[in-house]
């Protein structure tokens, strides 16, 4: 707990002059614009720690927005408006997410398409600003992560919630992964549940994540035992207890994120996708070539279509890029009729080998493939010769680990009868996209840094970080120095598949039997974990697991 200890004494410190330069709102309900003078407030709430924690929390805020002018950060900064606890429960998360400065930048990558919206919903309900982060509690904003309780989507929804608040749910499509969707639902029911519990936004959210009647239920003991009803005093399941100091910790790691030496990817306050009424069904491969769009790109706008096509009951609406869109609608409206979808394409759909698999994303490769059975003296070469295709392609298209093949067996291999549409789909299978080039910044060097603590703070190798500054590893860094800090993107790159998921341990399962179904380390099983491991493993306890979304999860 070094470096938060370290905040705490630079609070204590700043305080003074904080609460000299920052007044306080008289209507905390509201959301804050940390461009404006607070009203003046009682001796009382002058005096509470709590309130100076808050005024340091906005003016560092307000800080960071200044420095990030016209991003969705400086947007999301002024809508802030949750007090800035000082616990030690949101002391353990801060000091997770500061160890691992590498999550943060991901989280930043993959929260990219979606933050903007996000926003709109979030201050059309006049909702505090740091729950455009809750994504990144509930799935490190994978936009089809799903979780063992058969939750789903950058919200997390299980489906009879989902259905509550309107989220349909069939064989074509589960709007609890459809972006536009869901975030309206998710939004609508978070203020449902602020008002349940008059304006308090912690019980709110843990309601969110254990459900209403835990969360009274755990009220109605306190109130029983005469003991505060708070959110921190409450009797609650062990993730309910991280959940909401999660939030608020990289609440506060974003907030601050100059001082805590924190790179913000510059993410511009401006509309990532327009919302294309597509009028009827559309092939998601067609699609994205008329977006003139990557399909894993196109496909991370539109996750909730559960095959190749969008559902023929609809909706009709897909979510293209703002840069593309005009030109995909004069596309789309060129677009012969038969050819949107084609009738091949839709009686594959109906057999029951295209049958959903939850979050299988090779079901959206299928329109474009058929079935090979492999037949006496065949190997993987002449087969992939004869289909004018490579042994690469059909290793990644079957998943296969090598080139060995058996008589009898079925592969999938590349339609001939969809040359275009292959053409992009299996161009990103044997050619995944590179990282971008990389962006720097400069770092103004603080007393104490060494090249290792910056290189920490920037998730980059101490070499790379020496050679980028023409020093080397051990040099005396001098206060003020500017140094060059290039963004990581190959660890950025590599993490883009990762999903989160939770896991309920079975009845003879024991932490290396875990490490080994889910090929991750035990180190990593017990460090996100650390709250539930507390007592030791056991049946029915609930896990959350980082895994490569390539890999099974069964």
Known sequence: MTRVKLNRSLNLLAMSTTLILVGCSDSPKQSLNLSEAAPIISPQEENSSHHKHRNLHLHRASKTASNHKNTVWERMLSLYSLPDFNNPRVDKELEWYLDHPAALAIIQQRAEPYLAHILDEIEARHMPGELALLPVV?????????????????????????????????????????????????TTYLKELS?????????????????????????????????????WSLDLPAETEDYVPRLLAIAQIFGNADEYNINLQHIPNRPYFEVVDIKSPLDLNKAAELANTPLHAFLKLNPGFNKGSTAPQGPHRLLVP???????????????????????????????????????????????????????????????????????????????????????????????????????????????????????????????????????????SPKELAAWNNVTV????????????????????????????????????????????????????????????????HPGLKLKILVDGNQSAS
């Open 138 to 186: 509930e799935s490190a904003f994978v936009p089809d992560a799903y979780s063992k309780a058969d939750a789903s989507g950058l919200w997390q929804f299980v489906p009879a919630t989902g259905r509550d608040y309107g989220l349909q749910q069939n064989d074509w499509y589960d709007g609890r992964r459809d972006i536009w969707a869901s975030t309206k639902a998710a």
């Open 322 to 460: 703002v840069a593309q869109a005009e030109d995909f609608k004069n596309k789309l409206a060129e677009l012969p009729l038969s050819e949107r979808v084609s009738q091949k394409y839709l009686f594959a759909q109906r057999a029951p080998a295209f049958a959903l698999h939850k979050d299988n994303r090779q079901d959206l490769l299928k329109p474009i493939t058929i079935a090979y059975k492999v037949k006496a003296g065949e190997n993987l070469a002449s087969i992939a010769t004869k289909n004018h295709t490579t042994p690469k392609t059909l290793r990644l298209l079957n998943h296969m680990k090598s080139d060995a093949i058996h008589l009898g067996m079925n592969l999938q291999i590349p339609n001939e009868a969809k040359p275009n549409l292959n053409k992009s789909v299996l161009a990103q299978l044997e050619n995944p996209s590179k990282p971008k080039a990389s962006t720097s910044q400069s770092y103004a060097v603080k007393k104490g840094d060494n090249i290792t603590t910056i290189s920490h703070h920037f998730s980059v």
């Open 474 to 537: 051990n040099s005396a860094l001098t206060p003020g120095k500017k140094l060059t800090i290039k963004a990581p993107n190959q660890q950025v790159a590599s993490a883009a598949p990762m999903r989160l998921i939770s896991y309920t341990v079975g009845k003879n399962d024991s932490l290396n039997q875990i490490s080994k179904k889910f090929n991750v380390p035990v180190n990593d099983l017990r460090k996100n974990n650390v709250t539930a491991l507390a007592k030791g493993i």
């Open 195 to 231: 008002e349940t519990f008059n304006g308090d936004w912690l019980l709110a959210l843990a309601s969110y994540n254990c459900g209403q009647g835990r969360l009274k239920k755990a009220i109605d003991k306190n109130t029983e035992l005469k003991l505060p009803t708070d959110y």
